[in-house]
């Protein structure tokens, strides 16, 4: 079992930046894969970024690409979200999420951990 407890989100302004964390307990995390998504009112949950056990390889949805950048910190047991220019279409509830088969993988149903989200609002 794994535990996911995010942090960092707010209101912020269109252009500013926001960092997100995600602080995993409860089992190994180092070779687990780890993801944002992100759910805006009465839209699916999709994906935002991923980075997986083997060489911390990223992923990122093109609607992100060059304006975030996801990471982990092992030793801390924490994923982070840096989230820089950003858009009122970013304005979502952000969640957290791990896969114990480490594949750092854009799709959903790869899953079975989750965190209960932080909201990013953004301003225009």
Known sequence: QVQL???GGGLVQAGGSLRLSCVASGST???YGMAWFRQSPGKERV???AISWIAGGTTYADSVKGRFTISRDDAKRTVSLEMNSLKSE???TYYCAADKFGRG??????YEYWGQGTQVTVSS
């Open 5 to 7: 407890v995010e942090s």
């Open 29 to 31: 995390f180092t070779t």
């Open 47 to 49: 994906f935002v970024a």
């Open 90 to 92: 970013d304005t979502a």
């Open 105 to 110: 993988s854009s799709n959903d149903p790869s």
